[in-house]
């Protein structure tokens, strides 16, 4: 799996252009069956609502099922699609065997941060970075559930 310090692999999917950035992206690999993707995403959303984190998520799944998950979530992010279609070379390269897995690349592609399955305290910690109490008193979030299996 892609490490923190390292290199993120470089990708284009559906337009959005890895090696492009000029600010940092939170990326995140699911599925639309993963009930910790159902988790976590919705969090997410507030992050990038709230905190203006760019959240681009990549979705192991078709088009179809892909909005249906956004609407049944209410999720806005950014999709795009490493699917059956082709091959899932984007979680291959990155090494994705459970979902959620989330990557912070920052300017340059370096990985700064990662995530697999949902840690609560490792995403109020990135939260925080962008001024966001992801967990306010009163949430009742798990503090750890794992990820699901991926395509395989």
């Given at each position: 799996?892609?490490?923190?310090?390292?290199?993120?692999?470089?990708?284009?999917?559906?337009?959005?252009?890895?090696?492009?950035?000029?600010?940092?992206?939170?990326?995140?690999?699911?599925?639309?069956?993963?009930?910790?993707?159902?988790?976590?995403?919705?969090?997410?959303?507030?992050?990038?609502?709230?905190?203006?984190?760019?959240?681009?998520?990549?979705?192991?799944?078709d088009p179809e099922g892909t909005a249906e998950f956004q609407e049944a979530f209410g999720t806005r992010m950014e999709v795009v699609f490493d699917n059956a279609a082709n091959g899932y070379a984007v979680s291959n390269a990155y090494g994705i065997t459970t979902v959620p897995a989330m990557f912070l690349v920052e300017p340059g592609g370096r990985?700064?941060?990662?995530n697999e399955g949902f840690v609560k305290a490792d995403l109020a910690a990135l939260a925080l970075r962008w001024g966001v109490d992801l967990f306010p008193s009163g949430d009742r979030a798990p503090e750890w559930k794992p990820g699901c299996g991926s395509w395989n």
């Open positions: 799996m892609a490490a923190v310090g390292g290199i993120a692999p470089g990708f284009v999917l559906d337009g959005f252009s890895l090696r492009e950035l000029t600010y940092p992206v939170l990326l995140v690999f699911f599925k639309i069956s993963c009930p910790t993707c159902q988790l976590a995403l919705p969090y997410l959303q507030r992050l990038a609502d709230e905190g203006g984190l760019r959240v681009v998520a990549i979705s192991q799944d990985i700064a941060w990662l």
